[in-house]
């Protein structure tokens, strides 16, 4: 609630509104149904892959099965990463930007590796929350899956 559109919407009220007020006031319900189904996705499986259902395609899928001789694990890897400065604008000289889509970034990966665990309870999942400026653009979500315990 420190960002500074948040803020400026809570003082014109007193006392000031919390989160929920402000989920229900300025994000409405399909924002907070996005949102959720961004945090909590129903994965899509391929060929013994674990897949973020809005990165998958299947023609993507197939080409990246044959350029990477089918590694499972690798292909996850590329097919999953989220690069979360292509989803929300961010100002990099706004410390508190920064600060709150690094935040994002490991809320993200948190809540992928529950759900993952969850849905998967069978399998061991690699979940990375990055902020490398040297190989990353931005901060970057990932998860892979060990195939060594889930052989196809």
């Given at each position: 609630m420190e960002l500074k559109d948040v803020a400026e919407w809570a003082e014109s009220f007193e006392p000031k509104p919390g989160l929920l007020a402000f989920l229900g006031n300025r994000i409405g319900l399909t924002g907070v149904l996005a949102v959720a189904?961004?945090?909590l996705p129903d994965f899509v499986e391929e060929r013994g892959c674990v897949l973020l259902p809005w990165q998958f395609?299947?023609?993507?899928?197939?080409?990246?099965?044959e350029s990477l001789d089918g590694d499972r694990s690798r292909i996850e890897d590329v097919i999953n990463h989220t690069h979360l400065w292509d989803l929300f604008a961010s100002r990099p000289d706004d410390p508190l930007e920064q600060h709150a889509i690094e935040s994002l970034g490991r809320l993200v990966a948190n809540s992928w590796e529950r759900v993952l665990g969850a849905d998967f309870p069978?399998?061991?999942?690699?979940v990375t929350c990055s902020n490398d400026p040297d190989t990353d653009y931005g901060p970057?979500?990932?998860?892979?899956s060990d195939h060594t315990d889930h052989p196809v």
């Amino acid at each position: 609630m420190e960002l500074k559109d948040v803020a400026e919407w809570a003082e014109s009220f007193e006392p000031k509104p919390g989160l929920l007020a402000f989920l229900g006031n300025r994000i409405g319900l399909t924002g907070v149904l996005a949102v959720a189904t961004f945090l909590l996705p129903d994965f899509v499986e391929e060929r013994g892959c674990v897949l973020l259902p809005w990165q998958f395609e299947q023609s993507t899928f197939d080409e990246w099965w044959e350029s990477l001789d089918g590694d499972r694990s690798r292909i996850e890897d590329v097919i999953n990463h989220t690069h979360l400065w292509d989803l929300f604008a961010s100002r990099p000289d706004d410390p508190l930007e920064q600060h709150a889509i690094e935040s994002l970034g490991r809320l993200v990966a948190n809540s992928w590796e529950r759900v993952l665990g969850a849905d998967f309870p069978d399998r061991s999942f690699t979940v990375t929350c990055s902020n490398d400026p040297d190989t990353d653009y931005g901060p970057t979500v990932t998860f892979y899956s060990d195939h060594t315990d889930h052989p196809v």
